[in-house]
């Protein structure tokens, strides 16, 4: 089956750097996707990763490791509008996705 | 640029009654979908649709149904609702291929009483 695994709640602080993990199990992998979703909004897209290694996107940054199921989400020079939950997701084999419950991040100032 | 559009934003609805909640997309995307948001819980997939005149049951497809008559809407019904439907509800819709990002809309957010 598959399971997907992400920390519940982090805490960082504006201009620093924090690191938002994810593990997966699936029977086959068809990449992976991170989206953010602020409180009370829709989820919108960040960055999708098939191949193993780190996308750079801005302050954004998504890494993949297939071999270990893991990935993690860098955000740079936090800002507070980084306050968001952010959700990793993997197609399942019939490619429809399955969700994390998604990380809570919090910016303080 | 709408993107996609749902509707209602919100309802309080009995238990027992019937609800439509509707969904529009202006992208032309074939694949649409439907999933429920819980606290603590990831998105789930209620249903989906790959292409119009076709659906497909996700995760949790008890108690809804939907159908596809055209590309551009794929409405969600609940046939009698039960308090356990209340949620958040979120429509969506990607392009082709295995990186295609999907887009969301606003969200419906149900209460059954």
């Known amino acids: 089956g598959q399971n997907i695994d992400q920390p519940t709640e982090m805490t960082a602080t504006e201009g620093a750097i924090v690191q938002i993990n994810c593990t997966y199990q699936?029977?086959?992998?068809?990449?992976l996707f991170w989206y953010q979703q602020h409180a009370g909004e829709a989820p919108t897209f960040l960055s999708y990763n098939v191949l193993d290694g780190l996308e750079e996107k801005g302050r954004f940054s998504s890494f993949l490791s297939r071999s270990k199921g893991y990935s993690y989400l860098l955000l740079k020079e936090l800002q507070m509008k980084d306050s968001a939950s952010y959700l990793c997701a993997v197609p399942d084999s019939n490619y429809q996705l399955i969700w994390g419950a998604g990380t809570k991040l919090i910016i303080k100032p | 640029t709408a993107g996609i559009t749902q509707a209602p934003t919100s309802q309080i609805l009995a238990a027992g009654r019937s609800m439509t909640l509707r969904c529009t997309q202006d992208m032309r995307h074939n694949a649409m979908y439907w999933y429920r948001q819980d606290l603590g819980l990831g998105l789930r997939l209620i249903h989906y649709s790959n292409t119009a005149g076709t659906t497909g049951k996700g995760e949790v497809p008890d108690g809804y149904s939907v159908s596809r008559a055209n590309t551009d809407d794929f409405p969600l019904t609940l046939a009698s609702a039960v308090p356990s439907q209340t949620s958040v509800y979120f429509c969506a819709s990607s392009g082709e291929g295995e990186a295609a990002e999907a887009f969301f809309g606003q969200g419906t957010r149900l209460t059954v009483v």
């Open positions: 699936t029977s086959g992998f068809n990449g």
